[in-house]
């Protein structure tokens, strides 16, 4: 009997491992999971920025209305402590007898006592009668704006007055003497120290910097919370080419300092011929967003720990499935090949 010989089957070449079934699976499941984690992360990151940016203006705001605040509880307490000295006796007594010595010895006393910078008394008409401080008639301006400020029965004005003086910032605040008609004003001006920096810090969690220019000079920070550094850079390369209208309404300003931005809200305090007097409240926006940051970072790890799981459990799904397949490519060949007696093996009950 003749034998028939079955031809041998040419070799398969060998597929590429991007030809792959399992290959492509993974690949395309990984592919899917990595564009939507990205556009999750591009999403959450956009967010972050224009939420912290909102909550940042929004906390500057605050700032303002804190600080308008703080200067209007100051002056009212320095007004009533200084009505205490226009209503003195003796103190009357000395402006009847024309006392120049008591008078400047009753304002340096009770100016000491309320910690004033200095104190003087006028006529009723501002003229400088008597000043604890030297040069007094370099303080002429700065006492007829007190004066002026004040309503015609005396009443505190609105935060008193901010003014400069050798471009310090002073809050000043002017009371009459009434016998009953006004016969004077007792004027007394208070440096604007580190405390209302440390309330305002304290209250908003703000930077407050107070700027003041004289004669179109350049720029000094008379107070400041910033670094050192951060102050130099704001009135050397900022300030000279700022434009200073927006001092006089709401606006949403960008300070690149070293260290980072920060966002800030300018208030002027005080704007007369040859002096201008600012208050700036910044914000770092690096510290704002810190907390936002630290949640990013954990969505990052969390997505980074999801990929690896279902990578793990795409390979395995693709195992699953392209190992029966393979097997079955192997057996065809064999029965094509005329081996009929390779036992078939099972693999479960799906559908492969």
Do not use: C
């Not at 720990?305 to 060949?333: D, E, H, N």
């Amino acid at each position: 009997m003749e034998v028939t010989q079955v031809p041998a089957l040419p070799p398969v070449a060998p597929l590429s491992r991007r030809h792959r079934l399992g290959f492509r699976i993974v690949a395309l499941f990984l592919g899917l999971l990595l564009i939507i984690q990205f556009i999750s992360f591009h999403l959450v990151e956009r967010s972050i920025d224009e939420n912290a940016r909102k909550a940042l203006y929004e906390s500057l705001d605050l700032g303002e209305r804190v600080l308008d605040r703080l200067l209007l509880q100051n002056a009212t307490h320095l007004y009533e402590s200084t009505r205490l000295l226009s209503a003195d006796y003796g103190f009357r007594e000395a402006i009847a007898s024309d006392d120049r010595e008591t008078l400047v010895s009753a304002l340096d006393n009770h100016g000491e006592r309320l910690g004033a910078a200095f104190a003087v008394f006028t006529n009723a008409q501002g003229a400088l009668q008597a000043s604890t401080l030297e040069g007094g008639p370099s303080l002429q301006p700065l006492v007829s704006r007190a004066i002026g400020s004040a309503t015609p029965d005396g009443d505190v004005a609105v935060r008193g007055i901010v003014g400069q003086l050798q471009q310090r910032p002073y809050q000043l605040v002017a009371v009459p003497v009434k016998a009953p008609l006004t016969i004077g004003w007792v004027v007394m001006g208070f440096k604007l120290d580190q405390a209302l920096l440390r309330d305002i810090k304290q209250l908003t969690g703000q930077d407050l910097v107070i700027l003041t220019r004289s004669d179109q000079g350049p720029w000094q920070a008379a107070l400041s919370q910033l670094r050192p550094d951060q102050t130099l850079a704001l009135t050397n390369n900022w300030m000279p080419s700022l434009d200073l209208s927006v001092a006089s309404r709401p606006a949403q300003l960008g300070f690149d300092l070293p260290g980072g931005l920060h966002v800030a809200r300018m208030r002027s305090l005080n704007a007369q011929p040859g002096e201008r007097t600012l208050a700036m409240m910044l914000r770092s926006v690096d510290e704002a967003v810190a907390p936002y940051k630290e949640l990013q970072l954990s969505i990052m790890v969390l997505n980074v720990v999801g990929v690896l799981a279902f990578a793990m459990g795409s390979v395995f799904t693709a195992r699953r499935i392209t190992t029966p397949v393979v097997t079955l490519t192997k057996l065809a060949r064999r029965l094509s090949g005329g081996d009929f007696s390779a036992p078939i093996p099972s693999h479960g009950q799906d559908e492969i």
